[in-house]
DNA sequence: GGCACGATTTGAGGTAACGCAAACCTTCTG
DNA sequence: CAGAAGGTTTGCGTTACCTCAAATCGTGCC
């Protein structure tokens, strides 16, 4: 990866978009990249924190397991997604494992780099709140989702959050470009894999969807599936 | 309120904890006082957010609704904890209300005195990073915990987080020392005022609570209580 | 290219928790 | 002090969703 990819996946991420150029070359000079192959892991929940990473090309989804060996996805990521800051700031251990559910490339920076980056270039701290200020409100939502809502509702919502930050038009409908299995929308809106077969078997047969035994889901009537996110 | 007292009041917050004398004197000098009643609101999710909050004295709960009408309570705050920064920082409107539980007493800032507080001193954004990383933490185990775990745990962790916030130990046991309304935890573990009802009932019957009828609660046998949290 | 494995679908039955409703108690108000 | 208002308790019927179970279908591996 020469610099200047380097330089454009740095500006893409929230982090670093729309400041100086002279902080995303410094960003960039002092990145390191990793690749992480399919089905392997950046980190391990409960690994010291240490690293800050930026995914530049490829798709993560990030576990938690609780303390009784239930999991739960807290969030799909791609290119641009900030991964493992917020542990390396409170110097706590990485609190959930980012999985590759594609092949992924990332910068890379230590907890040392980072510092004297967000030191040198003060506007990044600034940047850095602000994208935990989103992850709180994310988290907010969500919670209020599934503390209120009914499980049909939070799977149409969560279907939709994902489409609206990854998903690509084609002439069916929108896309979800990679494999996104019912077991991982059911750790995502807190319910089985049953219900949620059972509930997007409903939509295919409405039409609403298409994309039985794990193709790529494509959403054929977006707004009925907003109409279904939001019915009381 | 003098200055002493309000030099004590930054310091014990989590913001400035630590922090050399000099910048808790300026943030000090540069805060205004507000004093809010019991029942009122320091101010309404959807207002324009320009001031961040310390509270002093007192107690708040941190009110969220949602579109349909429905309430969540997201959290109390008790003294030193910050209220209303992420919004500020974010430039998006406050997400929740703030209602006063009991009378209570905040420190003030604006964003600009706020802006050059953190610019004077850069330690702050980092505290505030740190607390930021808290609340993300702090949500995340929560939607974890309402989308895995079954009512009686959910009610069971909340009243002991609470206890661990805010309790006092006296000779009958651990008391919650503000009035927390079965709808309050209804609110807070996503069930409803009679479920909330009837388990603490189970457990007064048990002698692991007292406080029927609105008085405080006291937390018997807290033990027990985390036996309950953690059950398979 | 056949076989095994994992993902999905679908059915049937059970139950935790909800929704409604009514009674009760405490506190505030005039 | 009577009445009203708000929080709480409790009963009962209902249901959304889970659990268990089995069949089915892709898909990857050798």
Known sequence: MDK??????????????GLPLET?????????????????VVFRQGDEAGHHFIVAWGRLRLDQTTPDGKNIVLRFMGPGDLVGSVAVWRKVPYPATPLAVEETRLLVWSEVRMMELMQAHPPLAMKAMNMMGGRIEELQERLQQVATQQVERRIAATILKIAGQSGRKTEAGVEIPFAL???????????????????????IDEGILEGRRSSHLVICRPHRLVEISEQA
């Open 181 to 203: 299995s019912r077991q991982d929308l059911a750790e995502m809106t807190g319910t089985t894999l049953h219900t949620v077969s059972r509930t997007l078997s409903g939509w």
């Open 4 to 17: 200047t990819a380097r330089i454009a996946i740095v500006e893409r991420a929230k982090l670093f978009a």
């Open 24 to 40: 995303l070359s410094e960003a960039a000079e002092t990145a390191q990249v990793r690749v992480v192959d399919k089905g392997d």
